[in-house]
């Protein structure tokens, strides 16, 4: 089977525009001004930690600090990247990964071969496709300070996909030390090797985020720069996250010239952004946005899969990537199940309990059939995300017209993503629901969907147990090719139909938006290497 194959079965001015006033403008010299990328992430970041955190602004927040042994190409093969290069032996089973020359932490000291071994188990105690890797691994070692050894139960086609995937959580390298701490406890001191260094003493929560370029960063000397593999050049002396929630005033301050890139530009000031000649929107990720509404299966009413199944009958995906991205159909579909579309794992099997006519009545005579006797359900829902709280208001309506007792909590994503971790009833902090979305390659295959593990405590927020789950997710990983994937992976969407661990709610394609004077924005998710201002 080709690697591509096991992959993807695997794994005009602010007062034209008539918005808010524009950013004042920094009081920086032209020069050192050009050496500043300005940059408005889609949200605030909450939990710095990368491994604990699987918010993508997490993830984007440490591509900056933190590099990976691999990384993805625009074909999604994974390319050495922190390593030099590996060698494979005895029939799969041993794998030998040699350090590349250079590599410093930010602190000035070598990146060692058990940094990353302590790394490596960090984040596959917290990654699904880690879990795997790490239950076949007989032994991860250290045998000096270039070398870590994989001996393997048996052999583990996916091991490099694992370890340089861009899909949360990332297998960042962290210095010993850190990758030291408890896999559920955030650390707090930001010290990679990639190439920039976080500078904390800047940092004005809610507002305001800046990296500096490491001058101990080496690149890697061969390759093409694309997703997260091949050279990594800072041309950027410093990158500036500004925290802008409302989307006008990004919208004004991109065309004003104050900020260089939009990471989301909203549906709605797309048309006006592209009649602006300075301003480029493009699609970075072809692979998309899903959309989901996530239950906690560890209270009531969704510890009760009768009513978790019951509920598939009220979403109507088109309702909620209308709310989204608006009307033009080139930028969202409904009918999605499991995985993406036109990717090779999609089937529309057992299809027909989202796309069948939509009966309220046969919704509520349901839900009364599987015992739901009006408890109240918490929903959390980021008010600050415009894409979160469309999915949201419309995921509420869905809810009361099915006649559940809604208790709607609308606040910051940083507070779902503090919130959604708490195990507690809704009463003491905890919740029944919230809504989000992964990216496509988050969710290709169902070796890397988080959201479709059943292993209960071990599972991500929400915590399904789902047994049978677990075992066709199991089977998926022995198929032998792709056609042996493809029905594994069916058989996997008809089970997930059955337990619900989530609802699927569409997928939508979402532009972003930066000054034509950059050059270098590489596809996939926002990276700061690579990036140039022309002129």
Same mark, same amino acid.
């Given at each position: 089977?080709?690697?591509?194959?096991?992959?993807?079965?695997?794994?005009?001015?602010?007062?034209?525009?008539? /918005?808010?006033?524009?950013?004042?403008? @920094?009081?920086?010299?032209?020069?050192?001004?050009?050496?500043?990328?300005?940059?408005?992430?889609?949200?605030?970041?909450?939990?710095?930690?990368?491994?604990?955190?699987?918010?993508?602004?997490?993830?984007?927040?440490?591509?900056?600090?933190?590099?990976?042994?691999?990384?993805?190409?625009?074909?999604?093969?994974?390319?050495?990247?922190?390593?030099? =290069?590996?060698?494979? &032996?005895?029939?799969?089973?041993?794998?030998?990964?040699?350090?590349?020359? =250079?590599?410093?932490?930010?602190?000035?000291?070598? %990146?060692?071969?058990?940094?990353?071994?302590?790394?490596?188990?960090?984040?596959?105690?917290?990654?699904?496709?880690?879990? !795997?890797?790490?239950?076949?691994? &007989?032994?991860?070692?250290? @045998?000096?300070?270039?070398?870590?050894?994989?001996?393997?139960?048996?052999?583990?086609?996916?091991?490099?996909?694992?370890?340089?995937?861009? *899909?949360?959580?990332?297998?960042?390298?962290?210095?010993?030390?850190?990758?030291?701490?408890?896999?559920?406890?955030?650390?707090?001191? +930001?010290?990679? *090797?990639?190439?920039?260094?976080?500078?904390?003493?800047?940092?004005?929560?809610?507002? $305001?985020? %800046?990296?500096?370029?490491?001058?101990?960063?080496?690149?890697?000397?061969?390759?093409?720069?694309?997703?997260?593999?091949?050279?990594?050049?800072?041309?950027?002396?410093?990158?500036?996250?500004?925290?802008?929630?409302?989307?006008?005033?990004?919208?004004?301050?991109?065309?004003? =010239?104050?900020?260089?890139?939009?990471?989301?530009?909203?549906?709605?000031?797309?048309?006006? #952004? $592209?009649?602006?000649?300075?301003?480029?929107?493009?699609?970075?990720?072809?692979?998309?946005?899903?959309?989901?509404?996530?239950?906690?299966?560890?209270?009531?009413?969704?510890?009760?899969?009768?009513?978790?199944?019951?509920?598939?009958?009220?979403?109507?995906?088109?309702?909620? +990537?209308?709310?989204?991205?608006?009307?033009?159909?080139? /930028?969202?579909?409904?009918?999605?199940?499991?995985?993406?579309?036109?990717?090779?794992?999609?089937?529309?099997?057992? +299809?027909?309990?989202?796309?069948?006519?939509?009966?309220?009545?046969?919704?509520?005579?349901?839900?009364?059939?599987?015992?739901?006797?009006?408890?109240?359900?918490?929903?959390?829902?980021?008010?600050?995300? @415009? *894409?979160?709280?469309?999915?949201?208001?419309?995921?509420?309506? +869905?809810?009361?017209?099915?006649?559940?007792?809604?208790?709607?909590?609308?606040?910051?994503?940083?507070?779902?993503?503090?919130? !959604?971790?708490? !195990?507690?009833?809704? &009463?003491?902090?905890?919740?029944?629901?919230?809504?989000?979305?992964?990216?496509?390659?988050?969710?290709?295959?169902?070796?890397?969907?988080?959201?479709?593990?059943?292993?209960?405590?071990?599972?991500?927020?929400?915590?399904?147990?789902?047994?049978?789950?677990?075992?066709?997710?199991?089977?998926?990983?022995?198929?032998?090719?792709?056609?042996?994937?493809?029905?594994?992976?069916?058989?996997?969407?008809?089970?997930?139909?059955?337990?619900?661990?989530?609802?699927?709610?569409?997928?939508?394609?979402?532009?972003?938006?930066? !000054?034509?004077? /950059? *050059?270098?924005? #590489?596809? =996939?998710?926002?990276?700061?290497?690579?990036?140039?201002?022309?002129?």
């Amino acid at each position: 089977m080709q690697r591509r194959e096991l992959l993807f079965g695997a794994a005009g001015g602010v007062a034209a525009l008539g /918005l808010a006033a524009p950013l004042s403008r @920094p009081a920086l010299a032209q020069p050192a001004a050009q050496r500043v990328l300005k940059f408005v992430p889609h949200a605030d970041l909450g939990v710095a930690d990368p491994i604990v955190s699987t918010a993508y602004i997490a993830r984007n927040h440490g591509l900056l600090i933190w590099d990976t042994l691999y990384g993805y190409d625009e074909d999604y093969k994974p390319q050495p990247q922190m390593a030099q =290069g590996h060698q494979v &032996e005895e029939e799969g089973r041993r794998v030998t990964i040699t350090l590349r020359d =250079g590599l410093k932490w930010h602190d000035g000291e070598p %990146v060692r071969a058990r940094d990353c071994v302590a790394s490596i188990r960090r984040w596959a105690a917290r990654d699904a496709l880690g879990q !795997r890797l790490i239950a076949l691994t &007989e032994e991860l070692a250290a @045998p000096d300070d270039k070398t870590v050894v994989f001996r393997l139960k048996r052999p583990f086609p996916l091991l490099f996909d694992a370890l340089g995937k861009p *899909s949360t959580p990332c297998c960042f390298m962290m210095p010993e030390r850190l990758a030291r701490t408890d896999p559920a406890t955030a650390i707090t001191e +930001m010290v990679g *090797s990639g190439p920039f260094r976080w500078v904390a003493d800047e940092r004005v929560p809610g507002s $305001r985020l %800046v990296y500096q370029r490491f001058d101990g960063y080496v690149p890697r000397g061969e390759g093409t720069p694309t997703w997260t593999a091949g050279p990594k050049v800072a041309h950027f002396d410093r990158v500036e996250w500004t925290v802008i929630p409302d989307a006008a005033t990004a919208a004004a301050a991109l065309q004003a =010239g104050e900020v260089d890139w939009w990471e989301q530009a909203t549906a709605d000031l797309q048309p006006k #952004l $592209r009649t602006n000649r300075n301003v480029v929107l493009e699609i970075p990720d072809p692979t998309g946005l899903m959309g989901m509404c996530r239950f906690n299966h560890l209270h009531p009413p969704f510890n009760n899969p009768a009513i978790r199944r019951a509920l598939l009958g009220a979403v109507v995906q088109g309702d909620f +990537m209308t709310a989204v991205i608006g009307e033009d159909r080139s /930028l969202w579909r409904d009918n999605v199940g499991i995985f993406p579309p036109e990717t090779p794992l999609a089937t529309d099997v057992g +299809m027909e309990v989202l796309t069948a006519p939509r009966d309220y009545d046969k919704v509520k005579a349901d839900l009364a059939a599987a015992g739901y006797k009006g408890e109240k359900v918490t929903i959390i829902a980021a008010s600050d995300l @415009p *894409s979160l709280n469309a999915l949201a208001q419309v995921g509420v309506d +869905m809810f009361r017209k099915a006649g559940m007792n809604v208790d709607f909590v609308s606040t910051s994503w940083t507070t779902v993503v503090q919130r !959604r971790a708490s !195990r507690e009833v809704p &009463e003491k902090g905890g919740w029944n629901v919230f809504f989000t979305f992964w990216a496509g390659t988050d969710v290709f295959n169902p070796g890397v969907n988080q959201s479709l593990r059943g292993n209960g405590a071990e599972a991500w927020f929400g915590w399904p147990t789902a047994p049978r789950l677990e075992e066709l997710r199991d089977a998926w990983f022995d198929a032998p090719d792709l056609d042996a994937q493809k029905k594994a992976a069916a058989e996997v969407q008809t089970q997930a139909l059955q337990d619900v661990p989530y609802l699927p709610l569409g997928q939508y394609f979402q532009a972003t938006a930066y !000054r034509r004077g /950059l *050059s270098g924005v #590489l596809k =996939g998710m926002p990276v700061f290497w690579n990036v140039k201002r022309e002129g």
